[in-house]
Nanobody, 123 residues
Framework: QVQLVESGGGLVQAGGSLRLSCAAS????????MGWFRQVPGKEREFVAC????????FYGESVKGRFTISRDKAKNTLYLQMDSLKPDDTAVYYC????????????????WGQGTQVTVSS
């Protein structure tokens, strides 16, 4: 079983930056894709970014491409999401998730989720 705990959310002004962290523990996540998703009330969960734990190739959602960077520190078992040039539309609860062994942008293919961390961007 994989446990995921996010941290680093908060309130920031438009144009600012935040870095989210996701501490992973348990067994079986080293061969899987790790992803970040976000959700606002009344809307479906939106794919943000993903990376394979054992490879450097990354995918990004169109709305964050060029502004957000996903990375991981294998020694610390921690996934990160660096968010720059934040916009009010980035306001959401951000979730870290462990997915399949292949790259996926579909939330239904991710089976382990953290509790989420709120990011609020003021205009």
């Amino acid at each position: 079983q994989v446990q995921l705990v996010e941290s680093g959310g908060g309130l920031v002004q438009a144009g600012g930056s935040l870095r989210l962290s996701c501490a992973a523990s348990g067994r079986g996540f080293s061969s899987r894709v790790m992803g970040w998703f976000r959700q606002v009330p009344g809307k479906e969960r939106e794919f943000v970014a993903c990376i394979k734990w054992v490879a450097d190739y990354t995918f990004y959602g169109e709305s964050v491409k060029g502004r957000f960077t996903i990375s991981r520190d294998k020694a610390k078992n921690t996934l990160y999401l660096q968010m720059d040039s934040l916009k009010p539309d980035d306001t959401a609860v951000y979730y870290c998730a462990a997915g399949p062994t292949y790259y996926s942008t579909t939330s239904a293919t991710y089976t382990n989720w953290g509790q989420g961390t709120q990011v609020t961007v003021s205009s």
